[in-house]
Every structure is written in structure tokens, then in C-alpha cells.
Nanobody
Framework: QLQLVESGGGLVQPGGSLRLSCAVS????????IGWFRQAPGKEREGVSC????????SYVDSVKGRFTVSRDNAKNTVYLQMNSLKPEDTAVYYCAAKRWLFRLCMLSTEYDYWGQGTQVTVSS
């Protein structure tokens, strides 16, 4: 059975950093695209970043470019989202998601089959 578990969220002041982890089981990470999504209260779910299947091409939404970095550790079956220079508008529940053999459309939440439970990130002074 495929499973994704997010961790690493918390409360941080503006300008601070957090690293989120997405631990996956039941599948080989290298065959799957992994996406990071977030949803703030009263807002639509939005794509933050994704790493595609196969060669692992990485994409970011414009609002986080230069601040967030996605990486993967295939040996640990874990994908990370390093978040630096955090802003109050980054406050949201963050989710990771997985889909086998996804490439061009990996920033679209509707493409994904499997989802984690989410982890809360709060940026406030």
C-alpha cells in the first residue's frame, strides 16, 4: 500500500526557515513524480513545487522561487522542501502527493493519486 507522511511544520518568525519532509513507502521513489501543495484558510489549494518522474526535473511556483528548494534522497525514500526567507503569506497546510510517470503536468494537483495528511506551517511575528 502506498503511503506518504509529511513532517517538519511548525511556527516560525518572518525571515526564518523550515525543512519539510515527505517520507514515502510502498513504491520506488524514482518512478514517481512528487508534488508539494499548500492550502491557506479560505484559499484554494495551490501548487508550490514538484519533481517529475524519471530524470527529476524540478519546478517552482513564481512566489517561492529563490526561497524554496526541493530535493530527494532515493535511499531513504524521502523528498524534502527547504523553505527559507519565510513570509506570512506562506502560512498554510502543506501536503505532498505522488503519481507514477508524471512529467509535464506535475504542478497540477488534479493529476495526483496519493496524498499525505498535511503539516501546518505558520509564519508570524
Amino acid at each position: 500500500q502506498l503511503q506518504l507522511v509529511e513532517s517538519g511544520g511548525g511556527l516560525v518568525q518572518p525571515g526564518g526557515s523550515l525543512r519539510l519532509s515527505c517520507a514515502v513507502s510502498g513504491f520506488t521513489l524514482d518512478y514517481y513524480a512528487i508534488g508539494w501543495f499548500r492550502q491557506a484558510p479560505g484559499k484554494e489549494r495551490e501548487g508550490v513545487s514538484c519533481i517529475s518522474s524519471s530524470e527529476g526535473t524540478i519546478s517552482y511556483v513564481d512566489s517561492v522561487k529563490g526561497r524554496f528548494t526541493v530535493s530527494r534522497d532515493n535511499a531513504k525514500n524521502t523528498v524534502y522542501l527547504q523553505m527559507n526567507s519565510l513570509k506570512p503569506e506562506d502560512t498554510a497546510v502543506y501536503y505532498c502527493a505522488a503519481k507514477r510517470w508524471l512529467f509535464r503536468l506535475c504542478m497540477l494537483s488534479t493529476e495526483y493519486d496519493y496524498w499525505g495528511q498535511g503539516t501546518q506551517v505558520t509564519v508570524s511575528s
